[in-house]
């Protein structure tokens, strides 16, 4: 997965940098681009973080009730 997520990003990364544009306009994109899938890894980790504490908690429960 995380393979497959740097490829991604790497592919984007490379696409920004060789297009026809202004070097400012470019690092703006790129920041721009890298926030958004900060934002978005960062959701990622807190909705799998939640659901691990979740089964955690269940599994707890489960081994409180034999």
Same mark, same amino acid.
């Given at each position: 997965?995380?393979?497959?997520? =740097?490829?991604?990003?790497?592919?984007?990364?490379? *696409?920004?940098?060789?297009?026809?544009? /202004?070097?400012?306009?470019?690092? !703006?994109?790129?920041?721009?681009?890298?926030?958004?899938? =900060?934002?978005?890894?960062?959701?990622?980790?807190? *909705?799998?973080?939640?659901?691990?504490? /979740?089964?955690?908690?269940?599994? !707890?429960?489960?081994?409180?009730?034999?």
């Amino acid at each position: 997965m995380m393979n497959i997520l =740097k490829a991604f990003l790497a592919g984007i990364t490379l *696409g920004v940098l060789f297009a026809p544009q /202004s070097g400012e306009r470019t690092r !703006k994109r790129l920041a721009e681009l890298f926030k958004d899938y =900060k934002d978005e890894a960062k959701d990622y980790v807190a *909705g799998a973080v939640g659901e691990a504490e /979740s089964r955690i908690h269940k599994v !707890k429960k489960s081994v409180e009730s034999l």
